[in-house]
């Protein structure tokens, strides 16, 4: 009876519960309204950094975020959900959302961009903290609108700091209960600048 019940625990949980986390918007035609107000519609893409680059990749990408990725929601096959903005038939923006482990659980961490890669709009979907509103208000995210991967290039998610004068320098967590996941998402940020720019920006330019 044990071994029974042991292989269907060992089936259960060798199964999608493991498997590679993606991140989609709940509310897509909602969210892309609100992220995007301009908008008139969208499609999605379905990407991933096995797909686009296989390992090669991941290393580059790893190496620009100055950190390793780690755990389900940073493996090679991590499905990446990319919303494409129109304004009837011209094409507008993106919105792209990743992944990120924070203190208590996953975050999920969304930003609507320009055609150049400029932050429009930040927005998290998911977020398990007792600083959950501050890091979710208007005025936190906020401060994300106009920056663009240059000015996140020399962030290190590791120690958490950018160089002095820095736009990302001027950047700050809405409390000290929220220190810990601000810095989460920092590096949520940062990873997604990376993607689009690997996904999208560069190959554009070719």
Request: charged residues 25%; aromatic residues 10%.
């Amino acid at each position: 009876m044990k071994t029974i019940i042991s292989l269907l625990l060992l089936a259960a949980f060798s199964g999608p519960a493991f498997a590679a986390v993606g991140c989609d918007l709940n509310e897509p035609d909602r969210d892309v309204s609100r992220l995007f107000p301009s908008s008139t519609g969208y499609k999605t893409q379905y990407l991933s950094i096995k797909t686009a680059g296989g390992e090669k990749l991941l290393a580059r990408v790893e190496e620009r975020l100055g950190d390793k990725f780690k755990g389900l929601y940073e493996t090679i096959d991590v499905p990446y959900t990319l919303y494409e903005i129109y304004k009837g038939k011209e094409r507008i923006g993106y919105i792209h959302g990743v992944n990120q482990k924070g203190e208590y659980g996953g975050i999920q961490v969304f930003l609507s961009l320009g055609l150049d890669g400029e932050i429009k709009a930040f927005y998290i979907q998911k977020l398990t903290s007792k600083a959950a509103g501050e890091l979710r208000s208007k005025s936190f995210g906020s401060q994300f609108a106009g920056l663009s991967l240059k000015d996140f290039s020399d962030y290190d998610p590791v120690s958490g700091k950018a160089p002095e004068g820095n736009p990302v320098s001027k950047l700050k967590s809405p409390s000290a209960a929220a220190n810990k996941d601000f810095a989460h998402v920092m590096r949520s940020v940062k990873k997604n600048l990376i993607l689009m720019d690997e996904f999208i920006f560069t190959k554009n330019e070719k």
